[in-house]
């Protein structure tokens, strides 16, 4: 008898989404996964073999889709529904991501002659309403009426679960896995101390991922004046083309535009080859909505960050503290403020055994606590249970 078949719907590409493809090797490791998606952006991510990955509907980019009128939005969900409706019609259980995949996952499961088990994944919350002209509006509020068929509902932060349950009365069972890499993809390097010595020839400050002036992009610019001319700015992401103008503006009236190096987004395949090279990574919201002050536990970058060995500096906020208050490798510091922002970065690199202290402690830390493996464990042993409880209930 082979695998068990579990089907995992995410309304994005998956390839873009960290603790998705975490997830999706972990559980192909006990079920026959079938992965549907939109066809969105070219995939580049290899998943197992027994991963059958659906990418459905025309070919198109995200500026693409967003160009679209909402009527047309609109129909191309529909058919995407449709379509994963006739996909999932043999899978013991549907694992659904955000919004957009939950609600097609419920409606798909409302389409089918047997009941299904239902997890719903969510990363980011909108406490506001959409307005129902658009189709996020429509997933908005079917999600907030339907989240309460969900067996079980997954988030990456407790206040974020907090939340969902006050805005949704959801009082069912709920799961917290936060976004921590796996180790089986961060594998140790056994030129590790080297790394650390050659970062140290090459001062490189990183912020990787989503780059804005929420993230304090200009602050981490105007740090630059208060640091040694040899530290640079290394920018790895996706950047609004006016934003970019302002961080070029503010970079030559600051003097410092050769420190301040941008690159366009570089697949997750890709992305560790510039972390191991760093010298410092950076993780700084702004108080600007609940997601940017809950992510202690839900940004995965600064997980990636500690795989790969390098000392972190994070916005202090409560929520910051809670979770890494009492790591070495962490430094805190005002993301309005830049001259908080370099202090922080003097503390790290004003000392050589500190620093390789550092390196060497959030290495292990990530090895022995800030792991996917660790965090997803929970949720795959009841994963696991669901489905056997539902097929003894069908014998």
């Known amino acids: 008898m082979g695998k068990k078949s579990i089907g995992i719907l995410i309304y994005a590409n998956p390839d873009h989404y960290p603790p998705t493809i975490n997830a999706i090797h972990l559980l192909a490791e006990y079920f026959d996964v079938v992965l549907i998606s939109r066809n969105q952006n070219l995939p580049f991510w290899e998943y197992p073999a027994n991963v059958i990955v659906h990418r459905l509907g025309k070919y198109t980019s995200v500026r693409e889709r967003e160009q679209q009128s909402a009527g047309n939005k609109i129909w191309e969900y529909i058919n995407f529904v449709e379509q994963a409706r006739l996909l999932l019609k043999d899978v013991s259980l549907i694992y659904a991501y955000d919004a957009f995949g939950y609600v097609a996952a419920y409606l798909s499961h409302l389409m089918q002659t047997r009941s299904i088990i239902l997890i719903y994944h969510n990363h980011d919350l909108n406490e506001q309403l959409f307005p129902l002209s658009s189709l996020s509006g429509w997933v908005q509020r079917v999600e907030r009426k339907c989240v309460h068929k969900a067996n079980l509902v997954v988030f990456p932060s407790d206040e974020r679960a907090f939340l969902f349950k006050k805005l949704t009365n959801f009082n069912g069972k709920l799961l917290i896995v936060p976004n921590f890499p796996r180790k089986t993809y ?3 390097n056994p030129n590790f101390k080297n790394i650390i010595s050659e970062r140290l020839k090459k001062l490189t400050i990183l912020l990787q991922g989503a780059i804005s002036i929420k993230n304090s992009l200009l602050e981490l610019i105007d740090s ?71 992510m202690g536990t839900a940004s995965n970058k600064i997980y990636e960050y500690a795989a790969c060995g390098l000392p972190v500096i994070v916005s202090d906020q409560p929520d910051y503290r809670e979770n890494l208050g009492g790591e070495i490798w962490v430094r805190f510091a005002d993301p309005d403020n830049p001259e908080s922002i370099a202090s922080a970065v003097k503390d790290i690199l004003n000392n050589l055994e500190k620093y ?40």
């Open 356 to 395: 390789e202290e550092m390196c060497l402690a959030a290495r292990q830390a990530f090895e022995e606590k800030y792991n996917y493996e660790s965090a997803f464990s929970s949720l795959l042993t009841q994963i696991k249970d669901l489905v056997n409880c539902s097929l003894l209930a069908k014998d």
């Open 186 to 188: 961060f594998k140790e």
């Open 224 to 294: 630059l004046t208060y640091l040694d001319n040899s530290i640079e700015l290394k920018l790895i992401g996706p950047l609004q083309e006016e934003e970019k103008h302002l961080m070029k503006d503010l970079a030559i009236r600051n003097k410092v535009a050769d420190r301040v190096k941008y690159f366009l987004p570089v697949p997750y395949n890709e992305l560790p080859l510039h972390t191991w090279a760093a010298s410092i990574g950076v993780c700084l919201y702004k108080k600007t909505d609940i997601n940017h002050q809950t």
